[in-house]
Nanobody, 120 residues
Framework: QMQVVESGGGLVQPGGSLRLSCAAS????????IGWFRQAPGKEREGVAC???????NSADSVKDRFTISRDSAKITVYLQMNNLKPEDSAVYYC??????????????WGKGTLVTVSS
């Protein structure tokens, strides 16, 4: 069974950092792209970053200078390093297995999410 499980969320002060992890099972990172999405209360889910099966990384303009997506193929884990966090980054962050090797080809499955709260 192919699935992804997020971890690493929590409460952090503005300007702080967090690293989210997305552990994959049932497939390898060479098979599918992995994306990070987030959804704040009352807002639509939005894409944050994506890494393709060959390691090509993309991120949304709103986080491009602060968030970095990376992967460890041996651990079958994708990370989202989030620096200089702002209150508007507060959301439930979801990891998703892409439907294909490149990014932006749709989502095949979602994790359950991890909550990030940025507040003083």
């Amino acid at each position: 069974q192919m699935q992804v499980v997020e971890s690493g969320g929590g409460l952090v002060q503005p300007g702080g950092s967090l690293r989210l992890s997305c552990a994959a099972s049932g497939f390898t990172l060479d098979d599918y792209a992995i994306g990070w999405f987030r959804q704040a209360p009352g807002k639509e889910r939005e894409g944050v970053a994506c890494i393709s099966s060959v390691g090509g990384a993309n991120s949304a303009d709103s986080v491009k200078d602060r968030f970095t997506i990376s992967r460890d193929s041996a651990k079958i884990t994708v990370y989202l390093q989030m620096n200089n966090l702002k209150p508007e980054d507060s959301a439930v962050y979801y990891c998703a297995r892409g439907a294909d090797k490149p990014c932006y080809r749709g989502v095949a499955s979602w994790g359950k999410g991890t909550l990030v709260t940025v507040s003083s």
